[in-house]
């Protein structure tokens, strides 16, 4: 499916929800905000919201440092 994640067109295959799209890029168990369609998901919603081709998806995960 052609998703449009940070603003870069992608084709992610086998992804029915927000969730699997954070699985399918690594970023599961990581601090994520995930906004689609320009809505703010909290993480109790990904595996909730279905994506749909062309949807709009911000993903932010943050890195710690020193």
């Keep these: 499916m052609e ?6 067109q ?3 295959d086998q992804v029915n929800t927000i969730q ?3 699985e399918r890029l690594g970023l ?3 601090p994520v905000v ?5 809505q ?3 993480a109790e919603q990904w ?4 994506v749909h081709p062309n949807m709009r998806i911000e993903l932010v995960h ?3 440092g020193g």
């Design 20 to 22: 699997d799209v954070i």
């Design 34 to 38: 995930a906004e689609a369609d320009g």
């Design 47 to 50: 595996a909730d919201t279905p």
């Design 10 to 12: 992608q084709q992610l």
């Design 3 to 8: 998703l449009i994640i940070n603003g870069e």
């Design 62 to 64: 943050f890195v710690g």
């Design 40 to 42: 703010v998901l909290t």
């Design 28 to 30: 599961t168990g990581k």
